[in-house]
């Protein structure tokens, strides 16, 4: 199985859902993740 995100854009999702745990606190529930990396469509620079 192909990984759907590198290592790289990995990392930044952690460093992003810190930022959001941080200031939402309690009230977060979930952070979903879609798009183009799901079916394997992710190019280099494309927005995460």
């Known amino acids: 199985m192909r990984e759907a ?3 790289e854009i990995s990392n ?3 460093e992003v859902l810190s930022v959001i ?3 939402l606190e309690s009230t977060l529930l ?4 879609y798009g183009s990396a ?3 469509g992710l190019k280099p620079y494309s927005d995460i």
């Open 5 to 7: 995100v590198t290592i």
């Open 12 to 14: 930044q999702l952690s």
């Open 30 to 33: 979930a952070v979903h993740l």
């Open 38 to 40: 799901v079916d394997g």
């Open 21 to 23: 745990e941080r200031h």
